[in-house]
């Protein structure tokens, strides 16, 4: 069966377990039908989707209930190794934002903690300080080492760290967010709007409801172009949770001339939530009339569901350029000009060499 066939059967079967858990015994069904190889490759994508926990549970309960004992014993291993992992990450995850709060270096966690009991395959931080003592706080308390850094790094200016004794890496975006760093009042939101999140016993910093969706809108609809079943997962929970004011989220949408990403990436959920479990999230009609498309474009290749660049991703792209010209920001509209090129590169780089690292 070729390779896209496969991944479509293992992300619906991902989406069966993380959004309609009374429908677990019809993953199951795929689970079972997998040798030991096909099963770690389902797991791997499980853990690229960052729904290890989340998927193998429901998993394991439905497993244990049908008899299917290997397929228990198998996620009964899996859970502890990746809660192991997770343990480990946390632990140093609080100990590093303690240590750049106490230097002076505000810090919010970003993403990573929107998936637990998951979590992501980096630890990512957002902080308002100078990287400059950033980088004297990673090196001096815990012997991190700086990595490599892509152009798109150096426009983002965003540093990532290896840190000794933690696997994954620690990524810190000083002062800008977006791809190409274009967005600066936009990012301040992020420290002074901060809310506390505890997990696992230990309190973190977190950006507000309203900051966790322009992040994943900034990072699915503007950068990557396509989701992971755990930002339909962490949405909808968000969404439930009631939490979300959505005239302060559009405030903050029009800082960044994203309101209709927000609205797109909203309604993505919406629609693929709607799919697996028969009723969607509630949003406002403003939402609804701002999404220019929905659930209807996206599809499922090479590992994830996927937006298309054209002409949707384009579309977005330029309403956002436009708008930065528009209110006269010239920094921003000036990096994001960079953008065209910079993508063309990676995608020339990877076709040649089958990396794009030091472009992207």
Same mark, same amino acid.
């Given at each position: 069966m070729?390779?896209?066939?496969?991944?479509?059967e293992?992300?619906?079967a991902?989406s069966l377990?993380?959004l309609?858990?009374?429908?677990?015994?019809?993953?199951?069904?795929?689970v079972?039908?997998?040798?030991?190889?096909?099963r770690?490759v389902?797991?791997r994508?499980?853990d690229s989707?960052?729904?290890v926990?989340r998927?193998?549970?429901?998993?394991?309960?439905?497993?244990?209930?049908s008899?299917f004992?290997?397929?228990?014993?198998?996620?009964?291993t899996e859970?502890?190794r990746e809660?192991?992992?997770?343990?480990?990450?946390v632990?140093h995850l609080?100990?590093?934002?303690?240590?750049?709060?106490?230097?002076?270096?505000?810090?919010?966690?970003?993403k990573?903690?929107d998936?637990?009991?998951?979590?992501?395959?980096?630890?990512?931080?957002y902080?308002?300080?100078?990287?400059?003592?950033?980088?004297?706080?990673?090196?001096?308390?815990?012997?991190?080492?700086?990595?490599?850094?892509?152009?798109?790094?150096r426009?983002?200016?965003?540093?990532n760290?290896a840190?000794?004794?933690?696997?994954?890496?620690v990524e810190v975006?000083?002062?800008?967010?977006?791809q190409?760093g274009?967005?600066?009042?936009l990012a301040?939101?992020?420290?002074?709007?901060?809310?506390?999140?505890?997990?696992?016993?230990l309190?973190?910093?977190?950006?507000?409801?309203e900051?966790?969706i322009?992040v994943?809108?900034?990072?699915?609809m503007?950068?990557?172009?396509?989701?992971?079943?755990?930002d339909i997962?962490?949405?909808?929970?968000?969404?439930?949770?009631g939490?979300?004011?959505?005239?302060?989220?559009?405030?903050?949408a029009?800082?960044?001339?994203?309101?209709?990403?927000?609205c797109?990436?909203? +309604?993505i959920?919406?629609?693929?939530? +709607?799919?697996?479990?028969?009723?969607?999230?509630?949003l406002?009609?403003?939402?609804?009339?701002?999404?220019?498309?929905g659930?209807?474009?996206?599809?499922?290749r090479?590992?994830?569901?996927?937006v298309?660049?054209?002409?949707?991703g384009?579309?977005?792209?330029?309403?956002?350029?436009?708008?930065?010209?528009?209110?006269?920001?010239m920094?921003?509209?000036?990096?994001?000009?960079?953008?065209?090129?910079?993508a063309?590169?990676?995608?020339?780089?990877y076709?040649?060499t089958?990396?794009?690292?030091?472009?992207?």
């Amino acid at each position: 069966m070729p390779l896209v066939s496969r991944d479509k059967e293992h992300i619906y079967a991902l989406s069966l377990l993380t959004l309609n858990a009374d429908r677990a015994n019809e993953a199951l069904e795929h689970v079972a039908s997998l040798d030991e190889s096909e099963r770690e490759v389902f797991l791997r994508l499980a853990d690229s989707h960052h729904v290890v926990l989340r998927a193998l549970e429901p998993l394991q309960v439905a497993a244990q209930n049908s008899g299917f004992s290997a397929i228990s014993s198998w996620c009964l291993t899996e859970i502890e190794r990746e809660k192991a992992r997770i343990q480990n990450a946390v632990t140093h995850l609080r100990k590093i934002t303690t240590e750049l709060e106490a230097a002076g270096c505000p810090t919010t966690v970003m993403k990573s903690l929107d998936h637990w009991p998951d979590l992501g395959n980096d630890l990512d931080l957002y902080s308002t300080a100078d990287e400059k003592k950033i980088c004297e706080v990673m090196q001096t308390k815990f012997n991190a080492h700086i990595e490599e850094r892509s152009w798109g790094d150096r426009l983002a200016n965003k540093w990532n760290f290896a840190v000794p004794g933690l696997p994954e890496a620690v990524e810190v975006h000083a002062k800008r967010l977006g791809q190409t760093g274009e967005h600066t009042l936009l990012a301040q939101r992020f420290v002074k709007r901060r809310v506390t999140k505890s997990v696992g016993g230990l309190n973190f910093l977190v950006p507000a409801p309203e900051e966790r969706i322009i992040v994943a809108t900034l990072q699915r609809m503007y950068r990557h172009f396509y989701f992971r079943v755990c930002d339909i997962v962490n949405t909808r929970e968000l969404i439930e949770s009631g939490t979300v004011d959505f005239a302060e989220l559009q405030r903050a949408a029009d800082l960044g001339g994203i309101w209709r990403g927000v609205c797109a990436y909203l +309604k993505i959920v919406n629609d693929y939530v +709607k799919e697996f479990s028969g009723r969607g999230i509630s949003l406002p009609g403003s939402v609804l009339a701002g999404a220019p498309f929905g659930g209807e474009k996206v599809f499922v290749r090479a590992r994830f569901i996927r937006v298309p660049i054209m002409p949707q991703g384009a579309e977005l792209y330029y309403a956002q350029v436009t708008n930065a010209a528009f209110r006269g920001d010239m920094p921003a509209t000036f990096r994001l000009s960079l953008l065209p090129p910079l993508a063309s590169a990676a995608a020339i780089s990877y076709k040649l060499t089958g990396s794009d690292k030091g472009i992207w």
